[in-house]
């Protein structure tokens, strides 16, 4: 007589088929790496020029290089987690509908270069830092306050002092720091 166990045996992985959001994801990461391709070998060569004068610290070339590249990891990033087959099996897409918080978001970032002109970049860059950062669900107001202070003055001082890049003062504050 055969023996009767408990055991279940684990149920058979279906083959996994691509869904609409990751052959967009496969799609919309190539074209990003291609594009990073052309911005690094001939978009920035042939239109950014590598001539500087005086006491400038890094090259014009320096940021959209390094933005160039930061495009090609990112997009190399979602080509590889693209390809490799998912192994999770029955799990729910995300919702991806605008919501409010987004909206304000996108706003924030246009008054935030709005207001560059007027006050500053480093006292814009004070506000838009804690205004995001108590959108997106810091309360603690003394960390917002905190962080934001330690962010801007880390960038200020990498930026003004060490790659010597003179950043936009403002009309309200020009001649103040």
Not at 123 to 143: D, K, V
Request: net charge positive.
């Amino acid at each position: 007589m055969p023996e009767i166990t408990n055991r279940k045996e684990p149920p058979q992985i279906p083959a996994v088929r691509r869904s609409r959001l990751n052959r967009t994801n496969l799609y919309l990461a190539s074209g990003l790496a291609v594009f990073a391709l052309a911005l690094g070998l001939w978009l920035i060569p042939g239109f950014v020029s590598s001539f500087t004068t005086g006491k400038h610290g890094l090259s014009p070339r320096f940021f959209p290089y390094l933005v160039a590249a930061a495009l090609g990891l990112l997009s190399l990033s979602l080509l590889i987690k693209n390809i490799r087959p998912n192994q999770e099996t029955g799990s729910r897409v995300e919702d991806k509908r605008v919501t409010g918080s987004t909206l304000l978001c996108i706003l924030l970032f246009f008054l935030y270069f709005i207001i560059i002109d007027w006050i500053g970049l480093v006292p814009a860059s004070f506000l838009a830092l804690i205004a995001l950062m108590r959108l997106y669900g810091f309360r603690n107001w003394l960390w917002v306050f905190i962080f934001s202070v330690v962010l801007v003055v880390l960038l200020f001082f990498f930026f003004e002092k060490v790659a010597l890049v003179p950043l936009p003062r403002g009309a309200l504050l020009d001649g103040w720091y």
